[in-house]
């Protein structure tokens, strides 16, 4: 055969026996899913944006014209939002974080210690146990807020703070995730090196199995700062004095006075926009933790 034929049989470099395309259309074929992610970002920060923006617009701004042009408007709507009722939206601000840090750090909490109990111990019915909290996980809250009103309105707690704590403080998910990222995170030859030491149950959990759980548990925490914070449906059913609201019931009551005032459209628009601000200081503050290696806690201990 001629060296001609040989370079004419031969594959294109780059390219596969039986196709014909080479590096460029792998390149294209790559492009899908990053095209698809962006549209998604975009679809996803579209209303975050528009918040942003109309926040900075007036009343006549706001209804005069739709535009993604920033206003002049936003140091006058914080003066308004300030004003409004002696500043009553700082005090739904202040329960929120109440609300929020309270009911995370002890449903994290509670989480952890029930996620490694889970992960480490050998007893009767632990099996059972983790599967009726996967049936929690699935189950939506707007079905047990009836029963945990019933419930607490026997006990007298309703329209107070323990009404909106309570409920939270127990998390299937939470549960869920600590106990996967325990059994991934927590060697048991670690466990049982420590008991041979003489360690307690108890030393061994807080110095050696916690440590290695804290990104995890970070998750965790926001996943339910998060929840809470942006929870409506249990404060809405649970309490009736609005100095007790959080901002998402307080937000709703502006909204609702707001068909009778549209002058109050944009303290809702500026209020919002306010309280996304707490969750992005949250989540920078935080994502250190995602970065901590899963076994300095056995190394440091």
Do not use: C
């Amino acid at each position: 055969m001629s060296t001609l034929a040989v370079r004419e049989a031969a594959p294109a470099a780059g390219t596969t026996p039986g196709t014909t395309q080479g590096p460029g259309w792998r390149r294209r074929i790559a492009l899908v899913p990053t095209l698809t992610l962006l549209l998604g970002a975009v679809y996803t920060l579209l209303p975050v944006a528009w918040v942003v923006i109309a926040s900075t617009k007036s009343g006549h701004e706001l209804f005069s014209t739709f535009t993604f042009l920033p206003g002049t408007g936003f140091t006058g709507n914080l003066r308004d939002l300030d004003a409004y009722r002696d500043g009553v939206y700082w005090t739904w601000m202040g329960n929120s974080a109440l609300y929020a840090g309270i009911g995370a750090l002890l449903s994290t909490a509670v989480s952890a210690f029930s996620g490694y109990a889970l992960a480490t111990y050998r007893f009767k019915g632990r099996e059972t146990m983790f599967n009726v909290l996967l049936a929690g996980v699935l189950m939506p809250p707007v079905i047990l807020a009836i029963p945990q009103y019933l419930l607490l309105a026997e006990a007298g707690l309703t329209d107070s703070y323990l009404s909106v704590l309570m409920p939270q403080i127990l998390s299937p998910y939470g549960v869920y995730l600590a106990r996967i990222y325990a059994a991934a995170a927590v060697p048991d030859d670690v466990v049982e090196a420590g008991r041979m030491d003489g360690a307690s149950e108890w030393r061994i959990f807080t110095r050696i199995a916690l440590p290695m759980m804290v990104p995890g548990m970070v998750t965790v925490f926001l996943f339910q700062f998060v929840a809470i914070w942006n929870n409506f449906l249990l404060p809405f059913i649970m309490l009736s004095d609005d100095e007790k609201f959080p901002l998402t019931l307080g937000l709703y009551t502006l909204l609702e006075q707001g068909s009778n005032t549209p002058a109050l459209y944009t303290l809702v628009i500026t209020g919002a926009f306010l309280a996304v601000l707490p969750l992005i200081v949250l989540f920078l503050v935080v994502q250190r933790f995602w970065s901590l290696d899963l076994l300095s806690g056995a190394v440091k201990s």
